[in-house]
């Protein structure tokens, strides 16, 4: 079974309690960890996940491979970046998908959580794209808004996206920058932040927009057709990965799950599905 929880305009702090309480509802605990219930053979682990390409992997984790595992997996489809950690901190999921690492650790730094990966499972190359018709980001209008995301390690990341293209120049001696931290400007291009989810709906009022891997693929765009320019996905730093809570991380039906998620089956099943590379094995 899927769940899906969509963000709405409501207050954030609102959100993350009211999906808690919901989460926390339906789950139990007679494994001693939060987000797993265990019924004879099989231990059902309660995950979140963003919707593309995520929870359509999950899913053929839990079709193909749990049961011989032992395992159910419990998707729960979340498409709001605030609330798959706020929900794994508080006990409501066992484990989340969604993430890479430099934003887990930007998240484990802010909010104080204690949450570790233990599994690179794929990667999604973030790019910048465009609907103004261009065939390169040169041809971008001097003066342009340029869209990016507005979380602190995606913000960074496509800044440094936007600096591999030649469009700007960041300080060197800053390891996350920000929008501040812009040097050169040569094409005084308007550098604005806003939800991930929202780059490509809003990409029509922009020059260029810098859309990461998975809310491209939710737009429909074809990464490795559409984008300008793609991160290159050799030797990645931003595999998207499996995330628990520090202290869980070797419960063994967790284990088992990290296992399936680097098995070779799955690494078939996803150089099969994404044949443009738009999604790519991490292990």
């Not at 342009?144 to 960041?170: F, M, V, Y």
Request: net charge negative; charged share 20%; hydrophobic share 40%.
């Amino acid at each position: 079974m899927t769940t899906t929880i969509t963000r709405r305009t409501v207050l954030a702090g609102g959100i993350v309690s009211a999906v808690a309480l919901t989460l926390a509802a339906c789950s139990g605990n007679s494994s001693g960890v939060d987000g797993i219930t265990v019924d004879g053979d099989t231990a059902t682990i309660k995950i979140g996940a963003t919707p593309e390409p995520h929870v359509t992997i999950l899913q053929w984790v839990q079709d193909n491979l749990a049961a011989d595992a032992g395992l159910n997996l419990d998707i729960v489809s979340i498409d709001d970046y605030d609330i798959p950690n706020a929900s794994l901190s508080d006990g409501s999921l066992a484990a989340n998908f969604f993430q890479t690492p430099n934003f887990l650790e930007q998240q484990n730094e802010e909010k104080g959580y204690d949450l570790v990966a233990i599994a690179d499972v794929h990667i999604e190359p973030m790019g910048i794209y465009t609907d103004k018709g261009y065939s390169s980001v040169d041809e971008a209008a001097a003066g342009g808004t340029i869209l990016l995301n507005n979380d602190p390690a995606n913000t960074a990341r496509g800044l440094k996206l936007l600096e591999s293209a030649g469009l700007i120049t960041l300080d060197p001696d800053v390891e996350s920058p920000t929008t501040l931290d812009v040097t050169e400007n040569p094409k005084k291009f308007e550098l604005v932040t806003v939800d991930g989810a929202q780059v490509p709906v809003s990409m029509a009022d922009a020059e260029l927009a810098v859309i990461n891997g998975n809310y491209a693929l939710g737009a429909g765009l074809n990464p490795s057709e559409d984008a300008l320019v793609l991160e290159p996905s050799g030797e990645s730093p931003y595999a998207n990965q499996l995330v628990v809570r520090s202290a869980d991380k070797d419960n063994e039906y967790l284990v088992k799950l990290a296992g399936l998620l680097n098995s070779d089956g799955l690494r078939t099943y996803i150089q099969e599905t994404w044949t443009d590379e738009s999604v790519i094995p991490a292990f």
